[in-house]
């Protein structure tokens, strides 16, 4: 089925090991210059694109020549270290060479499940699509032990994805996508184009599909695509084994597409809805409930009291100044801060904080009333 990408607004696409390194030759810069071709004018249709790019130990192995076989958690972080200098230039080159920047971006688990550090890595990419920028992710391997790290870059992809509300992940790997039997042991074995649901029939057809160079196989693909759906990202798996893999989507290569369960804004909200502890409480004036009402954030000039003792990026109540609960959201500021800039203009705060936050107390994005009045507010 033909994959019309342009129709996305944000697309994170991973790239699996195997399709950059060659573990005789190293990096496959013919293939990389085709896959940036296609990214780049894909940004030019005005998608937001980022990329999470494996092969960094793969590669750190082909270079400093290191045996086949299972080698030591710091000789892996060695070769993660060795490679990603590599892959991390190559991309910074190819792109400035088409007239992109890119940055790198390095996680780990606790980046993307700490509320905290999830808040900081997801501003910093946030910053680098503002400044036009394409950021190439891949897990931090040279310190990353291993009960702390999501080890296949599948799953890290779908939180990636989420993190940043894609609308769109692409596995590339070397699979065209899942089949109902591993398609290498059994030939009668069906490429599935579409999944609406993950049920336990789907599960049970991941068997293992991984290759020498990679660490995911179709359990984490399948894993991914729960990852992605349940937050409203659609996921596409295809095989990035040919030139231009992403001009051949849109040419109707095969794949297998995980639908979406909603959008990722109305899967935010939904999670919003569900936090049930809250950490404090924050009053607002009739101007700000009116302001809510019409769909917009809540800034500081609205706010007329608060209590509680909560940090940045926890789910405080909203209330009108009598203390009858209005509705949720994700506050932008700890207690502190907030008790300095409440009732004051936006354009203050920097002033008053020392640093420039956000405008915003509570972004629209993340807050959700209980008036079903209100134009954006999906699952109040
Ligand atoms: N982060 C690993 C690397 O760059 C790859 C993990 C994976 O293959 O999914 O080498």
């Not at 080159?93 to 905290?116: F, K, P, W």
């Not at 004051?344 to 993340?366: P, V």
């Amino acid at each position: 089925m033909s994959i019309s990408l342009s129709s996305y607004r944000r697309i994170v696409i991973k790239l699996g090991s195997s399709l950059l390194v060659d573990n005789n030759t190293g990096l496959k810069v013919s293939w990389l210059q085709s896959l940036l071709d296609d990214v780049v004018n894909l940004k030019q249709t005005g998608c937001d694109v980022l990329i999470v790019s494996s092969g960094a130990i793969a590669l750190g192995r082909t270079v400093l020549k290191l045996p086949k076989g299972v080698l030591k958690l710091e000789e892996y972080q060695a070769a993660a270290a060795t490679g990603q200098i590599v892959l991390a230039s190559t991309f910074s080159s190819n792109l400035a060479t088409r007239g992109v920047h890119s940055g790198q971006i390095l996680l780990t688990y606790g980046d993307t499940e700490e509320r905290r550090r999830y808040l900081n890595a997801r501003a910093t990419i946030g910053t680098l699509l503002e400044f036009d920028a394409i950021p190439i992710i891949n897990e931090n391997d040279t310190v990353a032990t291993s009960e702390i790290r999501y080890g296949d870059n599948d799953r890290l992809a779908a939180r990636v994805a989420t993190m940043m509300s894609a609308d769109l992940l692409i596995l590339l790997s070397d699979i065209d996508g899942l089949y109902t039997a591993p398609p290498l042991q059994n030939p009668a074995a069906q490429l599935i184009e579409n999944v609406r649901e993950i049920t336990p029939e789907i599960q049970a057809m991941a068997g293992d599909v991984g290759t020498e160079l990679s660490r995911g196989g179709m359990i984490t693909k399948i894993s991914a695509a729960r990852i992605a759906s349940d937050n409203g990202t659609a996921m596409i798996i295809t095989s990035g084994t040919r030139l231009n893999p992403l001009r051949a989507l849109d040419e109707g290569v095969p794949n297998t597409m995980f639908h979406a369960n909603g959008t990722p804004r109305s899967a935010r909200k939904k999670w919003i809805s569900g936090q049930l502890n809250t950490k404090g409480a924050i009053a607002i004036d009739d101007g700000a409930i009116t302001a809510l009402k019409n769909g917009k954030s809540l800034l500081p000039a609205g706010v007329v009291n608060l209590n509680g003792d909560f940090s940045r990026g926890d789910m405080v109540s909203i209330t009108d100044k009598y203390g009858n609960e209005l509705g949720q959201g994700v506050i932008a500021f700890d207690t502190e801060n907030c008790k300095k800039i409440i009732g004051k203009r936006s354009t203050d705060i920097a002033k008053i904080l020392g640093y420039a936050g956000r405008s915003e107390m509570i972004h629209r994005d993340d807050m959700i009333l209980k008036d079903p009045s209100r134009p954006d507010n999906e699952n109040a």
